[in-house]
């Protein structure tokens, strides 16, 4: 068994971590929650015994200040907290500096997303080759497990793919990852994770299309899909880390990702990037102070911690995996349902923060009682999906599989038409109210229902008071 824990950050995803993984401290020993604004891993750490989440009370979970870039001090805090599994759940770009201190100090290493170079966005894919896989040799060599991407998407979903490999597929053709926010937070505008990460994943669209990189607008390619639960909702084609690794290790002739997106965010989304408020790179004001564009919207926009309270609606994310099975024609949904509320009732978090916070833990135990310790860098596809599948079924990420008919109006069709057919398809409407900017977050029918309803009760009125007089 490997024993004790370090979590690398302290905002929503590792919030959520730290719960799960003080619920399973018997399995995980010690838990260390480190990061730069030590006040952080302490407001974390109050929630947990709030809660009363802390399995064994015996073990340890403390908190310390740290500077992850710097791989000396990782190191050297590894080393004192006899830590042996770093779950890294910082921003992506600390990914390479947090690798490098686990291979030195002979640990294991988990994180949810690819690394990141604060001054490129979109690099030339596959991404795992610029960075990670750089390292794989090394890894090998000092039998060090890190497994990359072992959150939601990327993580659970390429487990799905494993799993379809493994149980239902002879042959596959395509691969869907389906990603749905069905819930409310109540405000203006905001993103469900840190805005910088955010929004640099969607400068450009990389897909694996016929077993090749093809390069799309953002969001130009939409379509519309009936999910579980959730109900219809508009999904565009978008890149994302997993394809990266998928493409690599999972036989497909094209897989591709899409996200859901309503017509409110894209309008702001589109209004930020065309007028340059997205740019990762520094403009000069007149003044002579240099600032990035990118980090100022973050600033301004509502820390995704605080939606957590208010949050309401459901998540959707999933793999729909076209192929065939004994020379039949075969089309399996493999999805996941979290609901808000339900996630801020156990763990004071939204849901989207808990669907990327879980998955790390359970990779964590696997590697802990040794069915995950690869000791090699792997991705999760590469490992057996179903023990890693059946602890989250136990520990609050249920799995969901669903046979869909072939060609049925159940099935989602992702073949990727003339970009002047798709851009034709891909408008979003919105409303806008300077008055009231909530308006543009209520559905138009709805506005025009409402207004009609408060003209019919004004003219009623005005019937009444004249049959008075």
């Known amino acids: 068994m490997r024993k004790n824990v370090m979590i690398i950050g302290a905002g929503g995803v590792a919030h959520v971590a730290a719960h799960k993984a003080a619920m399973n401290n018997d399995v995980l020993g010690d838990i260390c929650i480190a990061s730069r604004t030590k006040a952080k891993c302490d407001a974390i750490i109050e929630s947990v015994i709030r809660k009363n989440h802390l399995k064994n009370p015996d073990r340890k979970l403390y908190s310390a200040e740290l500077d992850a870039m710097d791989v000396a001090a990782t190191i050297k805090l590894i ?4 830590t042996k599994i770093v779950i890294n759940l910082g921003s992506a770009f600390i990914n390479m500096s947090v690798l490098e201190a686990c291979i030195e100090a002979g640990v294991a290493y988990i994180d949810t997303a690819i690394h990141e170079d604060p001054d490129k966005v979109c690099e ?74 955010n929004f640099r994943e969607f400068v450009k669209v990389w897909a694996w299309i016929e077993r090749e990189w093809k390069e799309y607008p953002t969001h130009s390619v939409k379509r519309e899909y009936d999910f579980p639960v959730v109900g219809n909702q508009p999904v565009y084609l978008n890149g994302h880390d997993e394809l990266h690794s998928l493409s690599k290790n999972i036989n497909a002739n094209s897989i591709r990702f899409w996200m859901g ?19 990762h790179l520094p403009v000069t004001l007149t003044t002579g102070q240099e600032v990035v564009p990118l980090k100022l919207v973050k600033a301004l926009l509502p820390d995704p911690m605080t939606l957590a309270p208010g949050y309401t609606g459901n998540t959707c994310i999933g793999t729909f995996v076209k192929g065939w099975m004994d020379g039949k024609k075969r089309e399996v949904l493999i999805y996941q349902v979290s609901d808000h509320k339900k996630c801020y009732e156990e763990v004071e978090s939204q849901g989207i923060s808990y669907t990327a916070g879980v998955p790390p833990v359970a990779a964590a135990m696997l590697v802990a009682n040794g069915i995950w310790d690869a000791k090699k860098m792997v991705n999760v596809e590469e490992l057996d999906p179903e023990p890693f599948l059946e602890i989250l ?24 038409r003339s970009l002047e057919q798709e851009l034709a398809e891909s408008t979003a409407t919105v409303t806008v109210s300077a008055a009231n900017p909530m308006i543009a977050l209520t559905p138009a029918k709805s506005v025009k229902a409402k207004h009609s309803k408060d003209k019919a009760d004004s003219d009623k009125e005005k019937k009444s008071k004249k049959k008075d007089k």
Do not use: M, Q
Not at 79 to 82: A, Q
Not at 140 to 164: H, M, Q, R, S
């Open 261 to 279: 997106f309503g017509d409110h965010y894209i309008n702001v989304f589109t209004v930020l990037r065309t007028l340059g408020f997205l740019s």
């Open 124 to 197: 030339e894919p596959p991404w795992y080759a610029n960075y990670e896989w750089k390292r794989k040799e090394r890894c090998a060599e000092k039998g060090i497990t890190a497994i990359l991407g072992a959150g939601f998407d990327p993580g659970v979903v390429n487990a799905y793919c494993a799993l379809a490999v493994k149980r239902y597929f002879d042959k596959i053709d395509t691969i869907d990852i389906l990603d749905v926010n069905a819930g409310s937070h109540g405000r203006y505008f905001s993103t469900n994770f840190d805005p910088e990460i």
């Open 393 to 416: 079924d136990r520990i609050g990420l249920p799995t969901e599989i669903k046979e869909i008919k072939p060609d049925s109006k159940r099935s989602f069709d992702g073949t990727v």
């Open 79 to 82: 080393k004192k907290t006899k």
